[in-house]
Structures are given as structure tokens and as C-alpha cells.
T-cell receptor, first 112, second 115 residues
């Protein structure tokens, strides 16, 4: 059974700082890995999707990498802003139905 | 990006009543939708996989007679919480698979409070 772990559970940084969020998974037989953002009381917003054959994806200030062999993914946020404050979830897609297994999330606070 | 709409966004009901939550993919067809449950400060837990035109597949520990799922069309899946009790109070989120990439798009969630 796939297990996804995210470290750290919470992170507080000053505005403008670059930061890295970590995600690890136990089963490397994944279809893809997806990073999401969740604001309090809201649903999930997809940030980046990395297919199993890819190494990284970039969107604006966000860059996500994937290393299947080591079971790790990272989300890099450049020049953080207070508006980036949210919970960031990673999830791996596996199984016959390609269901997602979520990590417990990293709660990010960017201080102005 | 693709849009998935959930309705209602919040609902309060009395214990013993049934509540239906709708999940619609507005600009794409989704043969597969997923239903999740999220408790405060916890991550999402998959409840069931909903496939258009067939019975849903429930995760271990999820009562299929308690949480009825219907996926009657390529753009709509519904979750009915039957005979709701206070312990069913939670945030329910649906997602829909778009295309062949496996990318999921999520609804805004529905907060259920059972009194």
C-alpha cells in the first residue's frame, strides 16, 4: 500500500525567501505525482503534475521535481509571497484506478 | 484549468436525515470521479472511486450503504450520506479525472454538519 509523507508539517518563512517542500512515497510504481494547494475551508487547486516519465515541471515561481528511484518529490517556491500561505499537499497516483494517495500536507506561512 | 463544481458548499442537517452532494465537471467529461473525506487539520482520505455507468468501488472501512454514490453521466457524480449522524460531520471533496494524463481537478468541497 502506497504511503506518502510530507516534511515539514509546518513552515514559516519571511517574504521573499526561496523554500523547498519535501514529499516522499514508498511505492515507486506511480503514474504521476501531483502537487496541490489548499486554502482553509476550501477545495484543492492543482499546481503541478509530473508524469512518471518526467523529472520536473515548472509553472511561474513553482518548480516540482520527481525522482522515482528514491521515492521523492520536491516543490520549490521562489521569492515567496504572503499570498503563497496555504497548505501544500502532494499526492501520488497508482493502482488500477489511478487513485491518489495524499500526504498529510505542509502548512506554509509567509510573513510580510 | 478544468472546472469541477460541488454543491452544496455547506449544509447543516438534523441527525437521521439524508444529504446529497453533487459533483459536476463543467467543461470536460469524466468517466472517473473520486470522493474524499477530510477531517480538520488532516489530509484527504479516499472514500470511493466512482465510475460512470457502474457501481462505485469503496475503500476499506467505508460503508457503501451509508455513503451512496451514483455516477449516472459523464459530468455528474452524487454522494448521498444516508441517515446522517454527528460523526458524519466532515468536509467532503470530489475530484474528476480529465483526459489521459490522470490529472485530477477538485471541487471546492462540501462541509456537512450534522446536529
Amino acid at each position: 500500500k502506497q504511503e506518502v509523507t510530507q516534511i515539514p508539517a509546518a513552515l514559516s518563512v519571511p517574504e521573499g525567501e526561496n523554500l523547498v517542500l519535501n514529499c516522499s512515497f514508498t511505492d515507486s510504481a506511480i503514474y504521476n505525482l501531483q502537487w496541490f494547494r489548499q486554502d482553509p475551508g476550501k477545495g484543492l487547486t492543482s499546481l503541478l503534475l509530473i508524469q512518471s516519465s518526467q523529472r520536473e515541471q515548472t509553472s511561474g515561481r513553482l518548480n516540482a521535481s520527481l525522482d522515482k528511484s528514491s521515492g521523492r518529490s520536491t516543490l520549490y517556491i521562489a521569492a515567496s509571497q504572503p499570498g503563497d500561505s496555504a497548505t501544500y499537499l502532494c499526492a501520488s497516483s497508482s493502482g488500477s484506478a489511478r487513485q491518489l494517495t495524499f500526504g498529510s500536507g505542509t502548512q506554509l506561512t509567509v510573513l510580510p | 484549468g478544468a472546472v469541477v463544481s460541488q454543491h452544496p458548499s455547506w449544509v447543516i442537517c438534523k441527525s437521521g436525515t439524508s444529504v446529497k452532494i453533487e459533483c459536476r465537471s463543467l467543461d470536460f467529461q469524466a468517466t472517473t470521479m473520486f470522493w474524499y473525506r477530510q477531517f480538520p487539520k488532516q489530509s484527504l482520505m479516499l472514500m470511493a472511486t466512482s465510475n460512470e455507468g457502474s457501481k462505485a468501488t469503496y475503500e476499506q472501512g467505508v460503508e457503501k450503504d451509508k455513503f451512496l454514490i451514483n455516477h449516472a453521466s459523464l459530468t455528474l457524480s452524487t454522494l448521498t450520506v444516508t441517515s446522517a449522524h454527528p460523526e458524519d460531520s466532515s468536509f467532503y471533496i470530489c475530484s474528476a479525472v480529465k483526459g489521459n494524463t490522470g490529472e485530477l481537478f477538485f471541487g471546492e468541497g462540501s462541509r456537512l454538519t450534522v446536529l
